[in-house]
């Protein structure tokens, strides 16, 4: 308990006030999905295709510069739409239901060899402005691929538990992708696939995949947060 209490406090997380939603939608699904003898499966699975088009002349107009790539522009706007929706940080631990304001970002990084992937933490990332966020992304990365060994600390698993997941598997173009997850995590999962250009439209567009707990979402929520998303993603 003393670690959990360390790893809520640095991911400033606080006690979520379930009482103000009595008598509600929301209260309803945060008492039954998150109730095994009621509910089986309380994930569900949307796999969106999402217009990059706009977004990349962005980037390359107004944000590209020495450290950054396109897929770190994509998660850190991404960053930004979510943090307008708290319940996509909402944690369900030890029957209770806690609020993280500062999630750290948890990527993992595909590195081939014994350890396939390894997990990126970036703390603080919601509070990074663009540039910094863009350096400790490439530099963090960087240091991954320096030495490829796969970490057992309890940073990892504190970092998955409550942080915000964010993956990209760019040799992938899939139509549909479902996660694995154990039915206590009510974090989101988020994962872009294969990015392609369509010759003919000329459009670029990129799978999104989300796995998300029904107790703290809903397809509703996940509509809003992609029209946020495509809103941050045009912004100069």
Known sequence: MDDLNYYLDKYDAIPLDTEQYKNSYVGWALDLFIDETKVVNPYLDITLRL??????????????????????????KLLKALKKHPPFWWRFINQKWYQINNPPLFCPTAVGGEARFLPMIINNAT???????????????????????????KDSSYAYQLGQFVGNL???????????????????????????????????????????????????????????YLAELAKP
């Not at 980037?59 to 510069?65: A, E, L, M, Q, S």
């Not at 990074?128 to 057992?152: H, M, Q």
Request: with cysteine; net charge negative; charged share 20%.
């Open 51 to 76: 217009d990059l088009t706009d977004a990349e002349n962005n980037y390359n107009d107004n944000f590209k510069n020495d450290y950054s790539t396109f897929t770190c522009f994509l998660i850190w």
């Open 170 to 228: 760019p040799g992938l173009d899939f139509l549909s992708f479902s996660m694995q997850t154990g039915r206590g995590n009510t974090q989101s999962f988020l994962y872009f696939g294969k990015r392609t250009y369509d010759n003919n439209q000329q459009r670029l567009t990129v799978p999104l995949a989300i796995k998300f707990h029904h107790s703290n979402l809903d397809p509703i929520l996940i509509e809003v947060l992609v029209r946020d």
């Open 127 to 153: 509070k990074l402005g663009w540039l910094e966020f863009s350096e400790v992304y490439r530099n963090t990365k960087d240091s991954i691929f320096a030495n490829p060994i796969l970490p057992n600390n």
